[in-house]
């Protein structure tokens, strides 16, 4: 007999649909913000020159680094086990969140204790700080984006970014004509990232998964064990991406850094099709892996 298994492909059919519609939102979301991200950075860099992006570049590169205490790769391990039983989102948004803030309380410690070692000036240790509290709240707002991962619905992380970037971007633009500070230009990015974590958590609810403060301290401490290897296997990518940028500011001017980085910013804006096309079929992998093992079979060879 040929023909195969009509039901297999029209599972493998839909998956691809759904994976295709994933990657299309994520694209655009991307595609836009890059674009507004390079309108803005344009404007950026002739405004703030090479000291203002040394002090950027030297906060960003500080907090990234240490983001991987409170990320703990929770989203992956969000995804996977989300994905595959969706009844867990509401008790994985709040245990997650739950261990986000107690990692959130070590995190802040760390990055103080850094910026005093460091002797950073003070306007360098302001802009460090007001990017560690953007970065937490950015932290909580993944939370719920990783629900969205997880139901594969991907246009709402879409509408969430667009709206995010266009009030980054937009109250900075402004914040530069008026000729405001750099504190004030990188304060606006805590605030939209407030905008999108009220968001986000908005249309979470209308997705019918209400957040619930409620704790499980021995799923936390399952949690925190399953997500140590996500965590592990983030560390390097962000050691190889960041470090350099942090040893050149410990060892040179701050202005060589901004001359550094300021070019690397720019072409770090371009890797992006590979990553949102795994972001897109990582939680279909995720679903059939312990329900269909046929069904994941055929999705992968579909999709690569």
Do not use: C
């Amino acid at each position: 007999m040929t023909g195969g298994n009509p039901p297999a492909r029209r599972t493998g059919m839909s998956n691809v649909r759904t994976i295709a519609k994933n990657t299309t939102s994520l694209l655009v979301a991307e595609g836009l913000s890059q674009v507004l991200r390079v309108v803005y950075f344009a404007v950026l860099v002739r405004y703030v020159q090479a000291e203002g992006m040394g002090k950027i570049s030297t906060a960003q590169a500080l907090v990234t680094t240490l983001f991987v205490l409170v990320t703990f790769g929770f989203e992956q391990l969000m995804v996977r086990d989300v994905a595959g039983a969706r009844t867990k989102a509401a008790t994985y948004v709040s245990n997650v969140a739950f261990l986000r803030l107690f990692l959130s309380v070590l995190f802040s410690l760390v990055l103080w204790g850094l910026v005093q070692a460091f002797d950073y000036p003070t306007e360098l240790a302001i802009i460090t700080y007001v990017y560690g509290f953007a970065f937490l709240v950015k932290a909580f707002t993944d939370v719920g984006l990783a629900v969205y991962q997880a139901f594969e619905v991907m246009e709402y992380n879409l509408l969430t970014r667009v709206v995010r970037d266009l009030v980054n971007i937009g109250l900075s633009l402004l914040a530069i004509a008026l000729g405001y500070s750099l504190i004030v230009i990188v304060s606006v990015t805590a605030l939209a990232n407030v905008v999108e974590l009220v968001l986000t958590f908005a249309l979470l609810r209308r997705r019918g998964v209400p957040f619930q403060f409620r704790v499980d301290l021995g799923l936390a401490k399952r949690l925190l064990v399953m997500a140590l290897p996500f965590a592990l296997v983030s560390v390097y990518p962000l050691a190889h991406s960041q470090l350099n940028t942090l040893i050149l500011s410990a060892t040179s001017t701050i202005e060589d850094v901004g001359w550094f980085a300021s070019p690397a910013m720019l072409v770090g804006m371009t890797m992006l099709i590979p990553a949102v096309f795994m972001r897109a079929v990582f939680p279909v992998f995720s679903r059939y892996s312990s329900r269909s093992p046929g069904a994941l079979q055929a999705t992968y060879q579909k999709s690569f």
